[in-house]
């Protein structure tokens, strides 16, 4: 049986994923087999293991981070939000149902023996589990309700780090108050702090450590600084932060405009773009200016039929096929792709009160959304040479496809030839290309993780506007920000400490 740490936060966003994959990685590097595990996860971004099993984003990227393959058990309950009051509950990598907060809870003793058998099988594969708490383990009205935090913690006696966000302020405040609430059995569990994200002179926070150790008998197990140059997939807790971010970016000579959808998903679908030279990404909401960019992406989302309604009342749609009608190049991924047609049909009321609605006439095809979800790892290569992709015939594309529905239409250009979904071979064609070349829809999450097709479009966008984009300088691999990763916390973290709390030898 396998040892476990548990990495469980003073509030959401202080940086628990971050640590979790850190933690992942160091022990790896250290020669331990490890794996990531959080119960239930809330969130847009989404994948597909090679099985078809659909699980939370962060989960992978702490499976990326320990070098092994990602498994539904690393994420047995994922919660995708349609709304303020229901979520779409994937269970074990199958969707459930669409069901209100009260009726979810009202599951939690059959979901309690989904989360502890994923766990158990885990805690027998591995030599280490580094578990993922969610939001704060002292939130009083959902203690009795948890799935995700003290309550995995008590059913392994897991030792738990504490996470505190500094940059936010207050942060011996939440540290001592979440210990407050605790129950002094749960209390008890806590083993250090972890302070997070923190700017200026070390020396200058040391009495505020001392005096934090000795006010509650626990260690600081490390400070870790705010760094701004490591680049890992981000979950959608940060999703706002991290699209200011990218419109205060600097020099650019292509400029790539998102439309920041409300129930927008898979972002990370767009970091290749974000690190490339000369690129500057930004998400356009409803208050922003469209202006004129190189290249327009609709996104993937939750909630297709809402969100092409939202961007219809903002004006924002209206621009966008202006824009395309002008000849600029629109890409559309999963639900982007749905809007982008003629017709999006929802007879069952999948996802809305409508029948149908008309989608944004980019793209002879039409949408109709079914019961049934699909999700597949493809790989397969490009169909089409001219437009978009005049420099990408016959390159490979791999990715994952997550989609309620299916998009059809009477003689279409189809973009790609897929040659193997869910590791089965198959012969199957997939998107849509107009006339043109000038607007693209596919499936595929992760097209701009293919470097090759990323770098062939990004050249033609650049070639259509007389510039040259630099790709002498190679974007780094996952693997060397992870590794970048675990030397920052590695340095910031006194790891013999976190050696003895889990019980292992260094």
């Not at 476990?4 to 003073?10: E, S």
């Amino acid at each position: 049986m396998g040892k476990a740490i548990m990495v469980q936060g003073t509030a959401s966003s202080v940086g628990k994923s971050t640590l979790v994959a850190a933690l992942c990685r160091i022990f790896r590097q250290d020669g331990w087999d490890v794996a990531p595990f959080k119960a239930q996860n809330m969130s847009l971004n989404s994948f597909v293991t090679r099985d078809g099993g659909e699980m939370g984003r962060a989960q992978v990227v702490q499976a990326e981070a320990a070098c092994v393959e990602p498994s539904v058990d690393m994420n047995p309950i994922l919660l995708k939000p349609e709304a303020d009051n229901r979520s779409q509950v994937v269970v074990s990598g199958k969707s459930l149902d669409v069901l209100s907060a009260k009726k979810y809870y009202s599951l939690k003793t059959d979901l309690w023996t989904v989360v502890t058998g994923s766990l158990e099988r885990l805690m027998t594969q591995y030599q280490v589990v580094v578990i993922e708490g969610a939001g704060s383990p002292a939130e009083i009205n959902l203690k009795d309700r948890d799935l995700v935090n003290m309550g995995v913690a008590r059913h392994l006696r897991a030792p738990v780090l504490l996470v505190a966000d500094i940059d936010r302020g207050g942060v011996f405040a939440f540290i001592v108050g979440t210990l407050e609430l605790l129950k002094p059995a749960e209390r008890a569990l806590v083993k250090a702090f972890v302070i997070n994200k923190f700017r200026g002179d070390l020396s200058l926070l040391a009495p505020g450590l001392e005096w934090l150790e000795q006010k509650t008998g626990k260690p600081v197990a490390g400070v870790v600084p705010y760094y701004h140059d490591i680049n890992i997939a981000e979950e959608d807790s940060v999703s706002l932060e991290k699209r200011v971010r990218m419109k205060a970016r600097g020099d650019y000579l292509l400029d790539i405009a998102v439309i920041g959808l409300p129930h927008i998903s898979n972002f990370d679908d767009f970091d290749p773009l974000e690190q490339e030279n000369g690129v500057r990404l930004r998400y356009v909401e409803a208050n922003d200016s469209l202006d004129s960019p190189d290249l327009i992406i609709l996104p993937g989302t939750k909630s297709t039929i809402a969100d092409l309604e939202a961007l219809t009342q903002a004006g924002l749609a209206e621009k966008v096929v202006a824009r395309a009608r002008s000849g600029t190049p629109v890409i559309g991924i999963c639900g982007g792709y749905q809007m982008l047609g003629e017709v999006i049909r929802d007879p069952q009321h999948i996802e809305s009160h409508h029948s149908q609605i008309p989608g944004l006439g980019l793209l002879p095809v039409t949408t109709t959304f079914a019961p049934v979800k699909s999700t597949h790892q493809v790989k397969g290569q490009v169909a089409l040479g001219r437009g978009l992709l005049a420099n990408a015939l016959g390159l490979p594309v791999a990715g994952y496809e997550i989609h309620m529905g299916q998009t059809t239409g009477q003689g279409i250009a189809h973009v790609f030839r897929i040659e193997q979904r869910s590791r089965k071979p198959c012969l199957e064609l997939e998107g849509c290309l107009d006339p043109a070349g000038n607007v693209l829809g596919t499936y595929i999450h992760g097209l701009f993780h293919n470097e090759a097709l990323c770098r062939s479009i990004l050249t033609g966008l650049a070639e259509k506007t007389g510039i040259r984009l630099d790709f002498s300088t190679t974007v780094s691999s996952k693997e060397a920000e992870y590794d970048k990763l675990a030397d920052v916390f590695r340095r910031s973290l006194d790891m013999g400490l976190i050696y003895r709390i889990i019980g292992l030898d260094k």
